[in-house]
């Protein structure tokens, strides 16, 4: 079993109103085989997070700490992060011209691996993955997300992360701009991977629909870089009928 641990960690981004901090001493702990829910209102941190353990430059950690079964995540580039088994799956993928699918995801392969795989045996499992996530073939030889609609660059991070096979995913808004039919082979694509992999999952979201989908063994709440309040599954049901209006609200007695 892998652990991924956060421990008090605070995080500043720059602004045009000078240093922001955003993280504000979060703590998480996420072990292969669970799915966590992150939830919170607009701004409480939840991309910062997910880009702070993927190593976005954009982001400072001041103090705190990641670990990645004890090893400091913090101290690894980007491609050291990918490689120790840490997967980030965008809100906004980006497009990448000139780089065909295929060749995006055998050279992220062989990087991870350190070697290439078998032609005939990746082969098929890029087209399996491709038929279970609904891609048509020819997706294969365009370049990555260029033209591509919403529900296609969801599905193509899927795909990257059924193939690449990380210990750990992080899910950011994995479900916003899908329909209804494109969240739900999304979800069976995540949850497919979680089954052969016994994948940790830390899954992003402002709204419980994907959580129908995709089971979380724990939701968290987000609030202003700290996490408010955790419970289970039942915890985002609440969420979903009261709003987060509880944590934004000033405490009784409270100077306004």
Avoid: C
Wanted: charged share 25%; net charge negative; glycine share 10%.
């Amino acid at each position: 079993m892998s652990v991924l641990e956060i421990r008090d960690l605070h995080v500043t981004v720059e602004t045009d109103a000078g240093t922001t901090p955003i993280l504000n001493g979060l703590n998480l702990t996420v072990r292969t085989g669970e799915t966590h829910a992150i939830m919170g209102p607009n701004g409480s941190g939840k991309s910062t997070l997910a880009y702070t353990i993927a190593g976005h430059p954009k982001y400072t950690v001041t103090s705190g700490s990641i670990t990645l079964d004890g090893a400091d995540v913090l101290e690894l580039t980007v491609d050291e992060r990918a490689r120790a088994g840490l997967f980030l799956a965008m809100q906004y993928p980006v497009e990448i011209p000139g780089v065909t699918v295929t060749n995006f995801l055998r050279t992220a392969k062989t990087a991870i691996d350190g070697e290439a795989p078998s032609i005939r045996t990746w082969t098929k499992d890029v087209k399996n993955a491709m038929t279970n996530l609904r891609m048509d073939p020819v997706f294969a030889q365009r370049n990555v997300n260029e033209g591509f609609s919403g529900g296609e660059k969801k599905r193509n991070e899927i795909l990257q992360l059924e193939l690449l096979k990380p210990s750990f995913a992080i899910l950011d808004e994995t479900d916003s701009g899908l329909d209804v039919d494109a969240l739900k082979i999304v979800s069976e694509g995540v949850n497919r991977a979680k089954e052969q992999t016994n994948l940790g999952i830390l899954l992003i979201t402002h709204y419980t629909r994907i959580l129908r989908y995709i089971q979380p063994d724990f939701v968290h709440v987000l609030v202003k870089g700290r996490i408010a309040e955790e419970g289970g599954p039942e915890l985002a049901e609440r969420l979903e009928g009261e709003g987060y209006a509880r944590f934004l609200e000033p405490a009784a007695g409270a100077e306004a």
